[in-house]
């Protein structure tokens, strides 16, 4: 059973565009939502995070939305830009066990000059 | 060092051949994760160790896998009798929390140890 699930798989932006990545989970248990960018043959580096108190959280050109009552939660990316074509994960956690993530299956992103 | 370091980078074996991967967390941090990356299948959780406890092991696909911690700090995770479907990106990763910790504890993930079983 796939807890968390994101799309699209794939995605095409040009330069300057918004990249819009969704994830929906099903453990309404979940209270830890963070998105993580892989670049090829590295390892997954922690990008922005939310908690379900907030709606919305905004670092620099990325910013999470959250809706609680849709169990959904949204990477946009702004005035996109080649350096951040990679791959997107989005994750969650719940409670006592919030050190385990659960992960989508991911995106990749490529940003045309 | 400054970040999560692994060995090796890449490691081809032979099915039924065992392997040990090595994992280096950063310097100071309790929580200690491996995670495998499948093409296609996102990271799937393997097994977590937090300090002196128990480790959570509820994520090892089989029994041929194991994994250890020594000292609180480096990592091994052995795959014995290793079959083709083990091939996979095997990523550790630490954090300063775990269980019950209320802060952004993100991991820092290493680069991970590719595994091709042949």
């Known amino acids: 059973q796939q807890q968390v699930k994101q799309s699209p798989q794939s995605l095409i932006v040009q330069k300057g565009g918004i990249s819009i990545i969704n994830c929906a989970y099903e453990n309404t248990a979940f209270d830890y939502f963070p998105w993580y960018q892989q670049f090829p043959g590295k390892g997954p580096a922690l990008l922005i995070a939310?908690?379900?108190?907030?709606s919305e959280k905004k670092e620099g050109r990325f910013t999470i939305s959250f809706n609680k009552s849709a169990k959904q939660f949204s990477l946009h990316i702004m005035d996109s830009q080649p350096g951040d074509s990679a791959t997107y994960f989005c994750?969650?956690?719940?409670?006592?066990?919030?050190?385990?993530?659960?992960f989508g299956k991911g995106t990749l992103l490529t940003v045309n000059p | 060092g400054a970040g999560v370091s692994q060995s090796p980078s890449n490691k081809v074996t032979e099915k039924g051949k065992d392997v040990e991967l090595r994992c280096d967390p950063i310097?100071?941090?309790?929580?200690l994760y491996w995670y495998r990356q499948s093409l296609g299948q996102g990271l799937e959780f393997l097994i977590y160790f937090q300090g002196n406890s128990a480790p959570d092991k509820s994520g090892l696909p089989s029994d041929r896998f194991s994994a250890e911690r020594t000292g609180g700090s480096v990592s091994t995770l052995t795959i014995q009798r290793t079959q083709q479907e083990d091939s996979a990106v095997y990523l550790c990763?630490?954090?300063?929390?775990?269980?019950?910790?209320?802060?952004?504890?993100?991991?820092?993930f290493g680069s991970g140890t590719r595994l091709t079983v042949v």
């Open positions: 310097s100071g941090h309790t929580a």
């Open positions: 939310i908690r379900p108190d907030v």
């Open positions: 990763a630490s954090s300063l929390g775990g269980a019950g910790r209320r802060v952004n504890y993100g991991y820092t």
């Open positions: 994750a969650a956690s719940r409670g006592s066990s919030n050190y385990k993530l659960t």
